[in-house]
């Protein structure tokens, strides 16, 4: 297989500077902004679905990904999980069952994707801020890669991450405070010593690994798209991968629509649908954020432009949830649907009574929830 390569560097959010050829680069040297790496449709829309890799991973999907043909992958299986459809709810709701990944959580795609790049250009150790499950994710790959590793994660963060991420050779910081607090250290850090810092958006490689749930999804579907994606939304990089391959697909002619996102959060912490509801184009930082689910706990995400330009552009809907329903919520998904989910998860499932009381969707509509990550790290909370 030598065809062209449809990864053709990275451009910035903000000043659309393009960075040509690969290169360990973080945020955009000119303006701070944000990098997002450039996938060519035109290239893309050369190959067939019969071209698609035969891994059983997220790695089915290597051509529309940000890595070099000699790039020696980094993987753990992570992705191919399933798709099923829900029995407890009157609607058309599947579950995208992302539990089933290596550590647990959808972060594994990101982290499989983000080592396996800066492990090919030549990084040795990288550094993050983490509420926990990115930390367990990169951990791993950093293992398998032989990386260097160190997280700084809350003080409150779940104890079976903290103690994961250890026994995968990570060094573990609590920090005091929230991620916010965690993501300043890590930066002060990683100017000071010269070291990569991994965080989320702040490294360019993470948001196409969790983008390729939604390619697995428009297979799984037989190449129809859903029309409500539910997503609980914390830096948001899901929402703005998984956005980025639907459209790469609509325009690549394999799909003919994209579905619109329903961002969910916390209302203890939910700077996203409030930018979003309010008609703001950027998100302001949520004061004294305080949620049971630690994973959507961000009260600043870095990308917010970009992930209410990706709500707007999907014609999407925002809401929150409290924490007493996404209490509720963990204890119906395992009950009713065999789901044993963290309660940043379980916030998708609470979103549903909602959404369909309130008749925000219809009952007609096809919805996949993304179930992000297995209560298993999370007991002392369920
Ligand atoms: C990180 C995380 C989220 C939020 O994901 P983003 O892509 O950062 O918005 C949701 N659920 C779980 C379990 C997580 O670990
Ligand atoms: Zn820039």
Redesign the pocket.
């Known amino acids: 297989m030598s065809r062209e390569r449809a990864f053709q560097g990275l451009q910035c959010t903000e000043c659309q500077t393009v960075y040509p050829s690969r290169e360990i680069l973080q945020k955009c040297v000119k303006c701070g902004g944000l990098l997002d790496t450039i996938i060519n449709p035109e290239i893309l829309s050369e190959i067939s679905k019969d071209d698609l890799e035969h891994a059983r991973s997220m790695w089915r999907y290597r051509a529309f990904l940000p890595v070099d043909e000699k790039d020696k992958i980094v993987s753990a299986g992570e992705g191919d999980t399933p798709l099923r459809k829900l029995s407890s709810f009157h609607g058309n709701v599947w579950v995208k069952d ?1 539990t089933k990944n290596p550590t647990g ?3 594994d795609r ?1 982290a499989s994707l983000a080592v396996t790049a800066l492990s090919s250009l030549g990084v040795k150790d990288i550094i993050l801020s983490s ?4 930390g367990c994710s990169f951990a791993l790959y950093s293992q398998i890669a032989d990386l260097a590793c160190r997280v700084f994660l809350p003080r409150q963060a779940n104890p079976a991450k903290v103690e994961l991420s250890r026994k995968l050779g990570a060094k573990v910081t609590p920090v005091e405070g929230t991620i916010a607090e965690a993501g300043r250290r890590v930066e002060a850090l990683a100017k000071s010593e010269g070291s990569y810092n991994a965080s ?1 958006f702040v490294t360019p490689y993470r ?1 196409d690994g ?1 983008g390729t749930m939604a390619l697995e999804i428009c297979e799984q579907l037989d190449w129809m798209v859903p029309d409500y994606v539910v ?11 998984m956005w980025k391959m639907f459209s790469v697909l609509e325009k690549i002619g394999w799909v003919r629509t994209k579905p619109r996102f329903v961002a969910v959060q916390p209302t203890g912490c939910a700077p996203v649908v409030k930018a979003y509801q309010s008609k703001r184009d950027d998100v302001d930082e949520w004061k004294n954020p305080e949620t049971i ?4 706990r ?1 009260p600043k ?1 870095l990308a917010g432009k970009w ?1 209410l330009r990706c709500l707007r552009e999907s014609e999407g809907i925002a809401l929150s949830v409290t924490d007493e329903e996404i209490r509720k919520s963990m204890g119906q998904a395992l009950k009713d649907e065999g789901l044993l ?5 379980a ?1 998708t499932f609470a979103a549903l009574p909602q959404l369909y009381g309130e008749k925000m969707i219809d009952r007609s509509a096809e919805v996949v929830l ?1 179930a ?3 209560g298993l790290k999370t007991l002392e909370q369920f």
Do not use: C
């Open positions: 992302e959580t959808f972060k990101g509420e926990g499950n990115a989320t948001h969790k997503y609980p939304v914390g830096g948001g990089v899901g929402l703005v991968g689910a630690f994973g959507l961000i995400p992930i989910l963290e309660p940043s998860s916030a993304i992000t990550g297995s």
